[in-house]
């Protein structure tokens, strides 16, 4: 064996060692970071109150609370919808919207007066039934699906980001 | 007597001590002594002192920023209140905390400004193209830091501008969703979020940050620093390195001869954000990250005000592509700058394309910014009422349509003298600008960006209103 393919079998060597180590250490840490990525999204149903809470012809703010957040998640746990009640009954009794505006995700703020959500951030308009009034928004508000059951109004829950879904 | 004497000479002994055993002469001195261009000992020098003074801000971030890392509780239920106690409740916390909150502004300006001084100059050229491609990457992690450091407040506009920032990162194409879920760190902006969040910028960037500045340093001193442009001297490949080795040997130690210039303004810049810290404290947090609450009108700190002007702005259809196109544009052309142009004239009076190229995007950038002070299309949500000079000495009908002007929220985007938003027209004189029917179909139909009210207002309602409005002469 000469010299020069000796060194190059120990050059070789410290560098694919070194190359392990990157592996060995990289491998968990990548597994660990990504990992909540491919965790299925949540998607139960959660209850956001009694069917008699939603007078007909309102539109209420709900919140819900993830029913299994971390222990220090705080506030964070909780999700705001607007519900609005549109029926006495039957399958066009309610609409549960993302309060998310669909441009950039900014809560949309109900004008009971006016009838339309107003947007805070750039300035997006809806009425109503969700579509859209005016400013950036490129599509009406997202809306949740919903059930009921008994005397309860369920929603089921949905991560971010908004705009890819609906 | 002899005692004192030799106990006078000890300092002197136990500095020459370590500096001979740890060869500060051979490295650090033989660094700080490396030579520059003699032309620095002229008023010229003062340009060259940019990057010490990010330099010296830089480490006053790292200093402050341990410091509030002491107390700072990382966890989504208490980091709003660790920070309202070292903001009111610690001793000299507002002070720690607001020199962090101003540095950071001061990070900001004087990264672009030493880039700009440095693009102007035609530094960045041969050979010292790989100087601006680290700068570059500075320049980004300075933007990275501002950013995740305005999130770890923690308040209402953080909680919604790590929203606003998931929504972007999910426009970019086929990794959107997938991008989107790395920033929130899950399914949704949680428990999980603000860890990954405050590792980000108190580790990651950080590091990055601490190598660059090494890599930077060691390049500013390995291709030595620029001599100033004059007009007429283009750079040339090939003959560039010897024409600079000889001004090099007439030229003077960067240590102390050209350094002075460099501590001098450094010392301000860390004095000015000191005092801006004591004068005013640390930035008032706004309200707590509660989702649910709904009255929030979310804005970055000052500098990336323009960046939510644009937002606002651009045409919905050309939205995703300025979203995601308009930051790749100006990374690739960052990198590009040196690559395209590594060689030819340096001074600034004969590229008046480069001139074009900085004052473009400033001119830009700060009408934008002045834009998003302002804000005119965001409504006004959280009520108010029409001036008494407006509503004074109203009769019925008119007083019942005032009423509505504002409980209807027309309020929310028009106003009357100057009170209300500023989304839609000014409608101070609008009776005397449109006739009734005019401003009735207006109302009803909405057009032009305005919803239309036919839908929540009832016939007699509409005609109060529109009989109010047509008062506004
Ligand atoms: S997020 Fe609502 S208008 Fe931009």
């Given at each position: 064996m000469n010299e020069l393919s000796r060194r190059k079998f120990l050059s070789r060597l410290t560098v694919g060692l070194t190359a392990a180590i990157s592996a060995i250490v990289g491998l968990p840490i990548v597994g660990y970071l990504v990992a909540p990525l491919f965790s299925a999204p949540p998607d139960d149903l959660v209850p956001v109150g009694a069917i008699t809470d939603f007078p007909l012809g309102e539109t209420k703010l709900v919140s819900i609370r993830?029913?299994?957040?971390?222990?220090?998640?705080g506030q964070t746990a909780d999700t705001a919808l607007w519900v609005r009640r549109?029926?006495?009954?039957?399958?066009?009794?309610f609409q549960v919207f993302n309060i998310n505006c669909t441009h950039l995700g900014c809560p949309v703020n109900w004008q009971a007066g006016a009838k339309l959500f107003l947007c805070p951030c750039h300035g997006g308009v809806y009425y109503s039934d969700g579509s859209v009034a005016g400013g950036p928004p490129p599509r009406r508000l997202f809306e949740r699906e919903w059930q009921v059951s008994g005397d309860r109004l369920l929603v089921r829950q949905q991560p971010l980001p908004t705009v890819k879904q609906g | 007597m002899r005692l004192l004497r030799a106990l006078a000479k000890l300092p002197r002994g136990v500095a020459s001590w370590l500096g001979e055993r740890f060869e500060f002469e051979d490295s650090v001195m033989a660094v700080l002594r490396h030579p520059v261009p003699r032309e620095l000992e002229r008023p010229v020098g003062w340009w060259y002192v940019l990057g010490s003074a990010t330099l010296g801000i830089f480490v006053m971030q790292v200093v402050t920023g341990v410091g509030l890392a002491m107390t700072y509780v990382p966890a989504p239920n208490s980091a709003y209140d660790s920070l309202q106690f070292i903001s009111h409740g610690a001793t000299l916390g507002s002070v720690v905390r607001g020199m962090h909150y101003f540095g950071a502004g001061a990070m900001v300006i004087l990264v672009l400004a030493h880039m700009t001084q440095v693009y102007l100059f035609g530094a960045f050229k041969f050979p010292r193209e790989a100087n601006w491609l680290t700068g570059s990457l500075l320049l980004l992690a300075t933007l990275a830091m501002a950013f995740t450091g305005q999130l770890l407040r923690w308040d209402q506009d953080a909680f919604w501008s790590i929203v606003v920032a998931a929504e972007q990162a999910a426009r970019?194409?086929?990794?959107g969703g997938w991008l989107a879920s790395l920033v929130v760190a899950g399914a949704n902006v949680g428990g999980a979020t603000l860890t990954r969040f405050y590792a980000t910028h108190v580790f990651l960037i950080p590091a990055a940050v601490f190598g660059l500045i090494g890599l930077h340093l060691y390049l500013v001193v390995k291709r030595g620093i620029s001599e100033p442009p004059v007009p007429g001297i283009v750079v040339d490949r090939r003959t560039y390195r010897a024409r600079y080795e000889a001004m090099l040997a007439r030229g003077i130690p960067f240590w102390p001869d050209a350094a002075w210039r460099d501590a001098i303004v450094a010392t301000a810049a860390v004095a000015v954000v000191f005092v801006l810290a004591a004068i005013f404290g640390a930035p008032e947090l706004g309200k707590p990250p509660d989702p649910t609450n709904v009255l929030a009108d979310p804005r970055p700190d000052w500098y990336f005000l323009g960046y939510f002007a644009v937002l606002a702005l651009i045409p919905p259809a050309t939205e995703s592509i300025v979203i995601v196109g308009l930051p790749l544009f100006a990374f690739v052309f960052l990198f590009l700058v040196p690559l395209l142009?590594?060689?030819?004239?340096?001074h600034w009076s004969r590229r008046p394309a480069a001139i074009a190229a900085v004052a473009l995007p400033f001119i830009a950038y700060a009408s934008l910014t002045v834009a998003g002070i302002e804000s005119p299309w965001v409504p006004k949500l959280e009520g108010g009422t029409l001036p008494a000079s407006v509503t004074q000495g109203l009769a019925e009908p008119e007083r019942r349509g005032a009423d509505l002007f504002v409980s209807k929220a027309c309020f929310a985007c028009h106003a009357i003298q100057s009170a209300g938003?500023?989304?839609?027209?000014?409608?101070?004189h609008v009776g005397s600008r449109l006739n009734r029917d005019q401003i009735t179909a207006r109302i009803a139909t909405g057009g032009g960006g305005m919803p239309a009210f036919a839908g929540s207002l009832t016939p007699s309602e509409l005609d109060d209103l529109t009989t109010f409005l047509l008062t506004r002469k």
């Open positions: 993830d029913p299994s957040p971390l222990a220090w998640a549109r029926e006495q009954s039957g399958p066009q009794m | 970019a194409p086929v990794i142009w590594p060689d030819g004239e340096r938003g500023r989304r839609g027209p000014d409608l101070t």
